[in-house]
């Protein structure tokens, strides 16, 4: 099958125009598998979109026999005549483009030879959007960033204890209730305040939510950039807004008492059923989160309810509650035809062998995971958490939750480290984590996540390729496309 379509001549021109350098130059991020400059440009100026070859044309087109080209890769190549971009799949031609884009300079695409395709299905970043909100327009500058890097999986953490963002119909309150707050300034709120949260309509309320209609829109930006949308519901632990709002579904029954889902009362697995069942139509992906990190069982030790249900499922310890709310959970995605992801606490107890594990607390979760054949997401702390400080100087960085995270760092990141070829193949991927406590503009979202998210972005699609002295050449291209942009970016590794 043949297909032909149009470029953005004009996208491609928008850069170039920045931008002078000389011929075969390679300013690639992430890293492309081969690439050959054969000397001279193909001027943009000149495309025209063609069936057939002749001077200026720019044909595109998906050949599922394509040697050499596996899914999401793509070949290129571009002559002073033209441009020939061949791929298995949409998502190659469009990765293809990308390529193109950031080829481009005044004179023209230089002429080159590019074979490229990724080393991880998986290339993803989170964001926390409970700790503070971020209105669609700042997600979509999220969406095209995610675009420029081929990165293909956007996790939307839509609930947690700093608010809940989507609007359910069946749980009205959890928006009207639980999504504004008294503060802006989380450590005035969650540290020296009262955590409490307050209704829609208080004077003053800070915080937000996702209509309906925005979460579509949302995913369908997301889809014309070859990007899924995985969202996040947490559960059983981080979960204090949803008691603001119905208080009858945590163990004492009250609100502002603990931030666990009462596992025992039935109401509460009726609650994830009902809300997922939202959730899910919406959000057509593959993969649903299901959080799970983090959840103290204190209080299903004392409560009556969790109890009777640890005898009634023969459950000999507290946290096997969690297991057993998590496989109920999955047993209802699974039924809809969707897969489980959950941070990797989920290994605590029994997992089931059909969840996905996502490594947060450094990369043991997911060699354990790889090892007893589950599938496994790399974002350890020590590699992935753009919510760290940039340098040692943190009295000259802007106020951050901790840690040390310089680019070098990101790039450094091996998820294959300690694991035989044969529990290599469980691991889908890697993902970058944005956790928004004290971050609370976007401007300030762009500092801590450019340039670290393309060396993130090198590491999902160019491990075996991997070069960081040639990748701090290479991302001065992107510097370049940031001021273009106007984007706030970090800069130490620009040597500003
Ligand atoms: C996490 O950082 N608590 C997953
Ligand atoms: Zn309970």
């Known amino acids: 099958m043949k297909l032909i379509f149009a470029i953005s001549i004009v996208a491609l021109s928008f850069f170039g125009t920045a931008c002078r350098r000389s011929v075969g130059e390679m300013i690639l991020v992430p890293m492309p598998q081969e690439a050959?400059?054969?000397?001279?440009?193909?001027?943009?100026?000149?495309?025209?979109?063609?069936?057939?070859?002749g001077d200026g044309y720019v044909a595109c087109r998906i050949d599922p026999s394509a040697p050499e080209i596996r899914p999401e890769g793509y070949r290129l190549k571009v002559t002073r005549r033209g441009i020939d971009l061949t791929a298995l799949d949409s998502a190659g031609l469009f990765y293809g483009r990308q390529t193109l884009c950031l080829l481009a300079t005044a004179q023209g695409i230089p002429c080159v030879e590019i074979i490229d395709n990724p080393c991880f299905g998986y290339r993803g970043i989170h964001l926390d959007v409970?700790?503070?909100?971020?209105?669609v327009e700042t997600i979509f500058r999220l969406l095209d960033e995610m675009a420029r890097?081929?990165?293909?999986?956007?996790?939307?953490?839509?609930?947690?204890?700093?608010?809940?963002?989507?609007?359910i119909d069946a749980y009205p309150l959890l928006t009207r209730l639980g999504a504004f707050r008294t503060e802006s300034d989380w450590l005035e709120w969650w540290s020296y305040g009262d955590r409490h949260y307050v209704p829609e309509d208080t004077p003053g309320a800070y915080g937000g939510y996702y209509t309906k209609e925005e979460i579509r829109r949302i995913v369908a930006y997301a889809a014309e950039r070859f990007i899924e949308?995985?969202?996040?519901?947490?559960?059983?632990?981080?979960?204090?807004e949803v008691f603001a709002a119905y208080p009858e579904l945590c163990c004492s029954g009250r609100a502002y008492t603990s931030g666990e889902f009462c596992v025992g009362n039935p109401l509460s697995l009726k609650f994830m059923d009902e809300v997922l069942?939202?959730?899910l139509e919406l959000f057509p992906s593959k993969y649903i989160h299901i959080g799970g990190d983090e959840c103290p069982t204190v209080m299903w030790e004392k409560c009556p309810h969790c109890k009777a249900r640890m005898k009634a499922e023969g459950l000999r310890r507290p946290r096997q509650l969690q297991n057993y709310a998590t496989a109920r959970v999955e047993k209802f995605l699974n039924a809809r035809g969707r897969r489980l992801i959950g941070w990797d606490e989920i290994l605590e107890g029994?997992?089931?062998?059909?969840?996905?594990?996502?490594?947060?607390?450094?990369?043991?979760?997911?060699?354990?995971?790889?090892?007893?054949?589950?599938?496994a997401i790399l974002a350890p702390t020590t590699n992935c958490y753009l919510d760290y400080y940039q340098t040692r100087d943190t009295a000259r960085e802007p106020l951050a939750i901790g840690g040390y995270l310089p680019v070098e760092k990101v790039y450094e990141l091996d998820p294959y480290e300690q694991l035989t070829p044969a529990e290599q193949v469980c691991i889908l991927g890697v993902q970058a984590n944005l956790w928004t406590e004290y971050i609370a503009t976007w401007p300030h979202a762009e500092y801590m996540l450019l340039p670290r998210l393309s060396a993130l972005a090198e590491v999902g699609w160019s491990l075996d390729r991997k070069d960081y002295a040639g990748y701090?050449?290479?991302?001065r291209r992107l510097a370049r496309i940031y001021d273009a942009c106007g984007y706030n970016y970090a800069r130490h590794i620009f040597g500003e």
């Open 36 to 53: 050959t400059f054969t000397g001279g440009y193909f001027e943009t100026d000149s495309a025209r979109f063609v069936e057939r070859a």
């Open 130 to 135: 409970s700790r503070h909100f971020f209105p």
């Open 149 to 167: 890097y081929k990165l293909n999986k956007f996790h939307f953490h839509l609930a947690d204890n700093g608010g809940w963002r989507i609007r």
């Open 229 to 240: 949308v995985i969202p996040e519901i947490e559960f059983p632990g981080h979960s204090d």
């Open 277 to 279: 069942t939202e959730v």
């Open 350 to 375: 029994d997992v089931t062998p059909t969840a996905t594990i996502m490594s947060w607390r450094g990369a043991k979760g997911g060699i354990e995971a790889a090892r007893q054949g589950n599938h």
């Open 472 to 475: 701090l050449h290479r991302v």
